[in-house]
């Protein structure tokens, strides 16, 4: 059994490796986000690039230094979460964050805190994480993009049922021609399990969890998110999860239109920065934050900067628009996918 009172170690293969620790309740959340790569220390070497302190906000402690000596603190909330992000250590790696949380924190610590920390440190390295899934075959990838709710997990679903293997949901890490897989849960409704099919595969308990947080959501009218978390092999027990696919065509959900219409690179990498900006959440204004109150630009350079390098990776990918697939029928959603299979046959 996974013991939450000692440091947790990840590798996210190879990019950003990471040390969290502190309390049980939040590093539990990052362990169910991150699971998938979880390493034992004992296992080889490590070269931390960052250090995670997760406390309760109780024990927060406002320092007494001047704004423009570390450490380096935000105050932050959402909704019932409330939480202070302090930078401690940021001139040389492990870069050492502590996060002081209350209960309602651990809804938000993994995805608005440790994830955009991971994709800030991975930039230097020359990985872009985009807010997006892979579609991959035959060890090719089409890249669709979009912003939460968009339907990029309707669209994987459907795919993966045809037999196709997997390469990410949530990010895709592009680098050098590549996308690279980025392995996290699902996260389901009642729908997406009916029309994927994929429920079958899950127990009777499963399946009612799955329904109660829907439920739950809709009582809420959508005010916290609580969709089920589900691991991919949960869904389909036999599923072939990759490790890189050669990127052959990128995909913006947006608009209303139901066919794919070229768009440029330009256009494109304007989507996909807009997009991971959003999905940066508050992380956005620590880093310019840091750059006030440290006096260095680099830090709120990071999105320019990751415009210009995905513009690098898109310049010769074939790229289009395609509308809300959120809206899409079952029908419109297997055509769809029918020309994308066909733009991986290029």
Request: glycine fraction near 8%; aromatic fraction near 10%; proline fraction near 5%.
């Amino acid at each position: 059994m996974l013991d939450l009172s000692k440091p947790i170690f990840f590798d996210i293969d190879g990019i950003c490796q990471l040390k969290v620790y502190g309390d049980p309740g939040l590093v539990k959340a990052v362990w169910n986000e991150l699971k998938f790569y979880r390493v034992e220390p004992e296992a080889g070497p490590l070269t931390l690039d960052l250090e995670l302190e997760l406390a309760r906000l109780a024990d927060f402690v406002k320092n007494a230094n001047p704004n423009n000596m570390p450490p380096f603190d935000f105050p932050d909330r959402h909704k019932l979460a409330r939480w202070v992000v302090r930078f401690e250590r940021l001139s040389q790696p492990a870069h050492r964050i502590r996060f002081y949380g209350n209960f309602a924190s651990r809804l938000v610590v993994a995805k608005q805190i440790i994830e955009p920390a991971i994709r800030w440190l991975s930039f230097p390295l020359g990985f872009i994480f985009v807010h997006s899934t892979c579609l991959c075959r035959e060890g090719r990838g089409a890249l669709v993009a979009g912003p939460g709710g968009s339907g990029k997990t309707r669209l994987l679903l459907r795919w993966l049922a045809q037999g196709s293997p997997f390469l990410s949901d949530d990010y895709t890490i592009l680098s050098y021609g590549q996308a690279r897989r980025f392995i996290t849960p699902l996260r389901l409704g009642v729908r997406l399990v009916r029309e994927s099919g994929a429920g079958k595969n899950l127990g009777a308990m499963r399946r009612a969890g799955i329904y109660g947080r829907t439920a739950l959501r809709r009582l809420l009218l959508n005010y916290a998110k609580l969709q089920a978390k589900v691991e991919l092999r949960e869904l389909f027990p036999q599923l072939k999860i990759l490790e890189t696919a050669e990127l052959k065509a990128a995909i913006v959900i947006e608009g209303a239109s139901k066919s794919l219409s070229e768009i440029q690179p330009q256009e494109m990498a304007e989507k996909l920065s807009g997009i991971n900006q959003e999905e940066m959440y508050g992380f956005a204004k620590y880093l310019e934050g840091l750059s006030a109150r440290t006096g260095d630009p680099s830090f709120k350079e990071f999105f320019p900067a990751q415009k210009e390098r995905m513009l690098n990776f898109l310049s010769s990918i074939p790229c289009f628009r395609i509308g809300v697939a959120r809206n899409f029928t079952v029908a419109e959603i297997d055509s769809l996918l029918e020309k994308i299979s066909g733009l991986l046959k290029q």
